[in-house]
């Protein structure tokens, strides 16, 4: 009988005989293996094993991102597309091949804060002219997108953007994605401090440290100043809010910040408050240790649990602050919420129109970019605007939007004149306004409609038909990503396709009530599936519904989120006053 044992069968009857358990490993081939010297040990990443690894991490193990370069330029030289996992490592530097929507790279480029200057803007424009499509895109975090850009044309983009001051690198795939701000801030009446040098010192902070690219998945950061117009930081997995802190507390007095945790309105959550108080010194060295944490202990296995959320919802936020603590210098501060003061409430338009600076006899004045596309054209004409009437400043906003600041009084006229001949406008209308749409299926491959043809269609309809008292925020959002941020929306529209007899169309899912800051929610869902040709008249029905039966002057917002979803399907069905 012993003959028919195999050696490491034998070897196994030898150490339970002795009462041992056997020796099991891996060779260098991932073979399983009993001899001892053989086997190696089971290669880790941060605690999980390489081969339990989701796609995109394995990519990132084989090679960084930033080590792409030599293939970016060889690319180039033969004009062809990367293949395989360097498909994902071009987006370490801002490249996205969008096919099938577009058999073309988009290049999103990071603006720290927000902020532009004159030159900045030309030279964009340059290469959305001479390389891209000829537009450029104002997206959701005051960033800047130009589309339809070959392979041929990536290192001269790439070194021009250098040129100009800007950068790509980290604006895509698992990356801290473009800092935001207060674009008002250094000149709103209402803030509390400027936060530009915190955007740009984390802005930079980022760019010299190579261990904080190929995070588990994306990182969003913003700061708030208490400026008038919102940055939406509520949506950011970190968002710091300025606050003052007056007499008679144990802090002494002074503007501090709050910082805000796991905003991720694609998964219907905002950022909460952490407890925690900090000094503006204080907020970088937070930051970089807290993204450490999450590098470190974010799940590196499923993309869907792969946010800062995820990792609280299993940690709980003490575990998390108490591992943070421990790569910082100072002492985490916690303190009561009710001893901080904020600034006023955010104002809905103050990103559109002419408004008076903190400095005398300055204004800026915010410019409506329709769903956020710019013409090179365009792009010129507002540079030539901030040199003529300001100082060469521009800002971006998450309202796809920008603003051209430190006009002087008798310059206004003047400065709009140039706006309208620019073919934009600087009226606050309260439908257009407030109108946002992603890219849409005409430039992204996951977008399930054309967003933006479908926002100016609608946005034409609505503002033929009313005249409200007070603006209202339409989102449309391709696919469940939620670039639009369809969630924190008046009204929120997120692609679907939908069945209209035998043949498939482009329609939306419908969500009522969202906002942010001090009008805080997440929208609630209504209605599913709706045909586009029946949105028109959906949203018609649903404005002159709201305001036939409001209270006084009661906000769409405050409307719906005292009514049910049920309540509000039956109030806002098309045929509901047939």
């Not at 293949?83 to 073309?104: M, W």
């Not at 596309?373 to 521009?394: N, S, T, W, Y």
């Not at 209504?526 to 018609?540: G, T």
Request: proline share 4%; with cysteine.
């Amino acid at each position: 009988m012993s003959d028919t044992f195999t050696i490491e069968q034998k070897k196994y009857l030898e150490q339970h005989i002795l009462g041992g358990m056997p020796f099991l490993g891996k060779n260098s081939a991932g073979q399983f293996t009993a001899d001892a010297e053989e086997a190696v040990e089971e290669e880790l990443l941060y605690g999980t094993p390489v081969d339990e690894l989701c796609k995109e991490e394995q990519i990132k193990h084989e090679r960084n991102g930033l080590d792409v370069w030599d293939e970016i330029v060889a690319n180039a030289d033969k004009d062809q597309f990367p293949e395989g996992g360097d498909v994902f490592r071009y987006k370490f530097y801002g490249l996205f091949h969008v096919k099938p929507a577009q058999d073309s790279f988009m290049l999103r480029c990071r603006i720290p804060g927000c902020q532009l200057n004159s030159q900045q803007m030309r030279g964009l424009a340059e290469i959305a002219q001479d390389w891209g499509g000829g537009y450029a895109d104002v997206t959701t975090r005051g960033n800047l997108q130009i589309r339809e850009i070959m392979p041929r044309d990536t290192v001269s983009t790439l070194i021009k953007l250098t040129g100009l001051g800007l950068t790509s690198k980290g604006s895509g795939a698992d990356n801290l994605r473009n800092i935001t701000a207060t674009p008002t801030s250094g000149f709103d009446s209402q803030e509390l401090i400027d936060v530009m040098p915190l955007a740009l010192g984390m802005h930079h902070y980022i760019l010299n440290c190579r261990d904080l690219y190929g995070l588990p998945r994306k990182f969003n950061i913003s700061f708030d100043s208490g400026g008038a117009v919102s940055v939406c930081a509520d949506t950011n997995d970190i968002g710091f809010y300025a606050v003052r802190i007056g007499e008679g507390h144990d802090v002494e007095p002074g503007i501090y910040f709050r910082l805000r945790l796991c905003g991720i309105t694609g998964h219907q959550q905002l950022a909460f408050d952490s407890g925690l108080l900090l000094k503006e010194e204080e907020c970088i060295p937070l930051s970089a240790a807290l993204i450490r944490v999450f590098i470190e202990n974010g799940n590196r296995t499923n993309r869907k649990k792969a946010r800062l959320k995820y990792l609280v919802d299993d940690w709980g936020v003490e575990k998390l602050l108490a591992e943070t603590q421990k790569k910082l210098a100072f002492t985490l501060r916690k303190s009561s919420l009710d001893i901080c003061e904020s600034s006023a409430d955010k104002q809905r338009q103050a990103h559109i129109g002419v408004h008076p600076q903190s400095q005398d006899g300055l204004n800026y004045i915010g410019v409506g970019v329709p769903v956020g596309r710019l013409l090179p054209e365009q792009m010129h004409a507002l540079a030539d605007i901030a040199d003529q009437f300001g100082k060469g400043d521009i800002r971006l906003t998450v309202w796809q939007n920008l603003i051209i600041p430190h006009i002087a009084d008798d310059q206004i006229e003047a400065a709009k004149a140039a706006i309208v001949q620019a073919g934009l406008t600087h009226h606050a209308s309260p439908i257009a306004s407030g109108l946002i749409a992603c890219t849409g299926n005409t430039g992204c491959q996951y977008a399930g409609a054309n967003t933006k043809g479908n926002a100016i269609e609608l946005s034409q309809h609505l503002q033929q038909k009313f005249d409200l008292d007070q603006p209202i925020n339409i989102h449309l959002t391709g696919c469940p990503h939620s670039c639009a941020q369809h969630y924190i929306g008046d009204i929120g529209l997120q692609a679907t396709p939908c069945k209209v007899g035998d043949e498939t169309v482009e329609g939306y899912h419908v969500v009522l009530g969202g906002g942010v800051d001090d009008n805080r929610a997440i929208a609630q869902d209504v209605f599913s599936s709706i045909p586009f040709s029946d949105m028109p008249a959906l949203l018609e029905n649903m404005l002159a519904t709201y305001l036939e039966h409001r209270e006084e002057k009661e906000s769409f917002a405050a409307f719906t989120r005292r009514h049910t979803a049920a309540q509000l399907q039956e109030l806002f069905a098309i045929n509901a006053h047939a």
